[in-house]
């Protein structure tokens, strides 16, 4: 199950720190009056920003694990939400998708550009279509897209800050953004959110 970290840090900042190590969690979120076992489970690595590490504990009691992701840090994909921020822009201003993919990854063949441009523009157009039932004083009347929603709010960068405006509802809210699995219909599912040692947890992949 994915926690909110609450923390100033930028991804850069974060490795720097490693902010990781300083990351608590007082009580199990199942059992907060104890007793069943609840410890922390060492830490996992993401795959960007290279050096990041993910803090995790254990209720052996739940048969749960509870990672904390920094406010900085997408969630289930790799990288910052403000690098996502970035390549969204791109292709909100960009006279095209193809042109967005060409500025943003022209490292791999433009068919692939263009699948990693969209899903990240998808996802968060997804997010902030959301945001304006659940904001409806602050985005009823704003286009769900990231400019629009930064001048609505004031916040630049924005994904960092809706991290803590959304704070009620991340568990409802789909990735990069919220916490809930993809897939799941913006319900979290207890059995997805479980994983193993090792790299980002799945779903990541992005």
């Not at 509870?66 to 390549?87: H, K, M, N, Y």
């Not at 095209?96 to 500025?103: E, G, K, T, W």
């Not at 998808?122 to 400019?147: E, M, N, Q, S």
Request: glycine residues 10%; aromatic residues 6%; charged residues 20%.
């Amino acid at each position: 199950m994915l926690l909110r970290l609450r923390t100033p840090f930028t991804g850069e900042q974060y490795v720097t720190e490693q902010g990781w190590l300083k990351a608590s969690l007082t009580c199990c979120p199942l059992h907060p009056a104890g007793g069943c076992g609840f410890a922390r489970h060492g830490s996992y690595a993401r795959k960007r920003p290279w050096g990041a590490r993910i803090a995790r504990w254990y209720c052996p009691l739940g048969h749960r694990t509870f990672s904390l992701i920094p406010d900085c840090l997408a969630a289930r994909w790799p990288g910052t939400l403000q690098t996502v921020e970035v390549a969204v822009m791109t292709a909100e201003t960009a006279p095209s998708l193809v042109a967005a993919a060409r500025i943003l990854r022209p490292d791999i063949e433009e068919a692939g550009a263009v699948r990693w441009v969209r899903r990240r523009k998808d996802a968060v157009g997804d997010c902030l279509h959301r945001l304006r039932g659940l904001l409806p004083d602050l985005l009823t009347d704003c286009a769900p897209t990231v400019t629009a929603c930064q001048i609505a709010l004031g916040q630049t960068p924005l994904l960092p800050a809706l991290r803590e405006i959304t704070a009620p509802w991340l568990d409802q809210l789909p990735p990069p953004l919220g916490f809930a699995h993809r897939g799941s219909g913006g319900a979290s599912s207890p059995s997805l959110d479980q994983h193993t040692m090792g790299p980002d947890p799945p779903g990541s992949g992005a």
